[in-house]
Structure formats: C-alpha cells, structure tokens
C-alpha cells in the first residue's frame, strides 16, 4: 500500500511535526488582534495579580470569526487563547473553576476548527510557537526563540525552545520511515540495516539536544515559575469537577475535564513505537496513552495510525536472521529507551524532588494527570524488552 508523502500528514523533513510556515509573520485583526496583544503581554501581567480582571474584559469573539479563519490562523489564535485559558484559570489562588464567556466561546470554537482540545496542548506550546532568529538559517538553539510566554525568562523559553529543536532534528528520522516500511515490505535487509543505522545517528543528535536542558532551565524555577500554567484540569485534584466553559452550548453549564499539557503528546516517540513495533502493556496507564492521541494535531495522529497499521519491520527483523540487521535494530530500540531514560531523570530532578508545591501543582502528578514516575519507568522499560535477541 505504502505510506502517503509526509506533506499529507503536514511533516517536512527539516522541521518535522513543527509548523510549516512562519508563525511570526503571521497577522490576527480585529478582536483576536486584541486578544493577541493582551496575550503577549502576559509575563506583565501575571505577577499584577490582576490576570482575571484584565482578561474578563476581552471581546467575545463568535464561532463564525473562528470559522472564517485559515488553518494556519487558527492555530495562531490557539496559542494565544491557550495561554489566556491557562491563565485565568492558574494565574491567581484559587484556581478558576469557571472560564468567562470571552474566553470559553473562542477557545472551544478553535479546538472544533483544528480538530483538538479546548485548552493548551503541546503543538500551542511547542510546535507552534517559535520563530526563527535568521530566517535563513536551520532550526538550532542558537537560532530560535519562543512567541508567546507566561511568565517570560530564559527558564521558560529553554524548556521549550530544547523540544522545539527536537521536534526538527526529528524530522529527518521521519523522513525515513516511508522508505524502511518498502524495504522491509521487500524484504530488503541491507536497505533497512543502512536506514536503521542512520536513524540512529539522528537519535544520538537528538538524545544529544535533550541532554542540554539543564544549561539554561534550572529544576526549581521550572516547578515553581513555568510548570504551574501548563496543567490541565482532568485528574488534578485542585480542580476535582473540572472547569465549566461559560457561554458555550453543548457544554449546557456543566464542568468539563481535559488533559494538560505535556510532552507525551509530542507525536515523536509513538511514531517510533509504531514503527518499530514496540508494544506497551494493557493497563491505565497505557489506557492514558491512548487516551492523549485526541490532543494530537489530527494529521499526525493520522500519521502514527498509519504507521501502525502498515509498519512491518518487527516481524521482518525477527525473521531475516541477519545479524547485522537486528543490531542496527536494537541500536533503535535502545536509543528511544535512552531517550525514554533522560525523560525519567528529568521528572525527578525537575518535579518529584522539588517541594513546597502549590495548588494544582503537585509533586506526585503529571501536567496531564498521571503518576508520571510509574508512567515513565513502565514506559521505558517495556522499550527495552523489545529488543531482539541477535
């Protein structure tokens, strides 16, 4: 059958799952232009205390504007109104169980529009959200810096800056997948053990960029000044009911729960799961997993399924008897567990070790909800067990 170009699931392969335009030059007029500015203007105004007096005052801007929008818009206005949701919601004590109309009624309207989840997620936070210094040269840390913030700071920007520069060195492992697909449909071991090589290579490139966030974002102001805006309100016990979306319809003033930003909705490492055939245990934590493909952009979640339905390179490994083979094979198995390793160190330096937690920020439970520790060991450890004997 063959997988379909990457340009169908919105990927290239010089910035992978991250935005394919240039989301600076982008313009919003009128009352999203407003909210827009209010917007970029929040690392002045969360430390006033005044978040929600400034916020209750922004138009309502109707479903039909949000309709009229282009896709590329759309998720411009996305990531502003996530991080004014966000806001509201965790910028002041108590956290806000209701969100104002001027809020609710776009936030929702875009999340219909882009086919996601009417709070933050991880392509407002990440893929969507930077622009390049030089628009002439590659996406690097040196050369990138993120659009719309919270609290502002370099802590800040660097944990997201070091995914954006993931999300883009991923790009060319992605690139691969279609052609290791045919070659192991082929049944072509030495085209597959070349491109598996070569992939790791890139994963050494990329574990190499996630080994750099300790330079610039330190473990205590990340917990205490970035990680409190990005949690959702499904499964956090400072919002047990939820938050009710005032002004919107179909929600009939009922409190609704939704999943928090987090890294485990970048589409990177479920892509290489399905792949390569790695497979998680059935239980609830892989129930959450599942779970988190609704907050993916519905073009890569397109991408993983297909993968998944067609991807067999496994069972071709398995039966090839080439040694070689199977060793460029476990070379990727293994550096997506290195990954997975460097993601479980930093939850507990970053977020179990540090104290004196706030309301909804809670040392024990991920931005998304879960006992992350368990997640995250579970997680790598059943990568591991995929390997393959040689």
Known sequence: MGLASLSTYR??????????????????????????????????????????????ELPVVTPETIAALDETEARMAMVHYSFLVQSYVWGAEPPASVLPKPLAVPIVALADRLGQQPLL??????????????????????NIYMIQKFAGGTDEAWFVLVHVAIEAKAGEALAMFGRLIEAAEQRDAAAARDLLERMVGIWAQINGIFGRMPEQCDPYVYFRRVRPYIHGWKDNPALKDGVIYEGVERFNGAPQVFRGQTGSQSSIVPSMDALLGVGHGADPLRAYLDELHIYRPPAHRRFI???????????FVRGASDRGLTQAYNAAVQ?????????????????NKQGGKTAGNDTEVGTGGTPFMKYLKKHRDETRANLIDA
């Open 335 to 351: 550096a997506v567990a290195d990954f997975r390793s460097l993601h479980l160190e930093y939850a507990a330096s970053y977020i």
């Open 121 to 142: 997620q991880y392509s407002g936070y990440v893929l969507d959200n930077w622009g390049l210094l030089d628009r002439e040269s590659p996406i690097s840390l040196d």
């Open 11 to 56: 990927i290239t392969p010089n910035r992978g799952f991250l935005c394919d335009y240039d989301a600076p030059s982008l313009e919003l007029r009128g009352a999203l232009g407003e909210a827009r500015a209010t917007a970029l203007r929040l690392p002045e105004i969360l430390p006033s205390g005044t978040v929600r007096d400034v916020l209750d």
């Open 305 to 315: 399924d297909d993968i998944r339905a067609q991807s067999v390179l496994r069972a």
